[in-house]
């Protein structure tokens, strides 16, 4: 595989934080934004959706997607956010807007059993997640807050697996109908991603061709 090279990106983070009484204010720890605060990995892909009907996945090519995901490693805590485009012509706005942002937080907690336990705060909801100890996969799983009685799903299952040194990532996203302690699959999305991490170039990437 070729090497792939970031290039630029620019993105305003939303700030989660909680207060112990109501009267107290947060303040940020830092005065300014740093340009290079962190470990920074730059995720570009496609993914392909799938709807499960009578027993089996069938592709449901109008609500595929482009991505874009901006990580920023803080050692054990994650701050990601994710754009999503769904471009084919045909897509009914039913799994949300066309254009879509996500807000993610994983905070890495204890290691038990082998495995690093997570804590998840984002904007799709809260939750837990598990991961080996070099990140190679993990499971994360979110609940939809107050989800609807006729909703079709009411979790997220997201499960990952990081192929650094061939700089690429395959991640699952699976939803899901909880109920009485059994799993009914209503959709996912077959995710593949390309690596892009800070880099010099010896020249010009590209030039204007008349």
């Given at each position: 595989m070729?090497?792939?090279i970031f290039s630029a990106a620019s993105v305003i983070f939303m700030v989660l934080?909680?207060?112990s009484t109501s009267k107290q204010i947060t303040v940020p720890r830092n005065r300014s934004v740093e340009l290079d605060d962190a470990y920074t990995i730059i995720w570009n892909g496609i993914s392909k959706a799938y709807r499960y009907e009578n027993g089996q996945w069938l592709r449901v090519e109008s609500c595929d997607y482009q991505f874009d995901?901006?990580?920023k490693r803080y050692d054990n805590i994650w701050k990601s956010v994710k754009s999503l485009h769904r471009i084919h012509p045909d897509y009914?706005?039913?799994a949300g807007d066309r254009d879509q942002t996500m807000y993610f937080e994983i905070a890495y907690k204890n290691l038990i059993n082998g495995m690093v336990q997570a804590i998840i705060n984002s904007s799709l909801g809260n939750g837990i997640g598990t991961s080996d100890t070099e990140f190679r996969k993990s499971v994360l799983t979110i609940y939809v807050p107050n989800p609807g009685k006729f909703?079709?799903?009411?979790?997220f299952r997201i499960t990952q697996h990081y192929s650094y040194e061939e700089g690429v990532l395959m991640e699952t996203v699976e939803l899901i109908k909880e109920k009485n302690g059994k799993e009914t699959?209503?959709?996912k999305n077959e995710e593949t991603a390309l690596i892009f991490i800070?880099?010099?170039l010896d020249k010009v990437p590209t030039t204007f061709k008349q």
């Amino acid at each position: 595989m070729k090497k792939v090279i970031f290039s630029a990106a620019s993105v305003i983070f939303m700030v989660l934080a909680s207060c112990s009484t109501s009267k107290q204010i947060t303040v940020p720890r830092n005065r300014s934004v740093e340009l290079d605060d962190a470990y920074t990995i730059i995720w570009n892909g496609i993914s392909k959706a799938y709807r499960y009907e009578n027993g089996q996945w069938l592709r449901v090519e109008s609500c595929d997607y482009q991505f874009d995901v901006v990580q920023k490693r803080y050692d054990n805590i994650w701050k990601s956010v994710k754009s999503l485009h769904r471009i084919h012509p045909d897509y009914d706005g039913k799994a949300g807007d066309r254009d879509q942002t996500m807000y993610f937080e994983i905070a890495y907690k204890n290691l038990i059993n082998g495995m690093v336990q997570a804590i998840i705060n984002s904007s799709l909801g809260n939750g837990i997640g598990t991961s080996d100890t070099e990140f190679r996969k993990s499971v994360l799983t979110i609940y939809v807050p107050n989800p609807g009685k006729f909703m079709p799903y009411n979790k997220f299952r997201i499960t990952q697996h990081y192929s650094y040194e061939e700089g690429v990532l395959m991640e699952t996203v699976e939803l899901i109908k909880e109920k009485n302690g059994k799993e009914t699959p209503f959709m996912k999305n077959e995710e593949t991603a390309l690596i892009f991490i800070k880099s010099k170039l010896d020249k010009v990437p590209t030039t204007f061709k008349q």
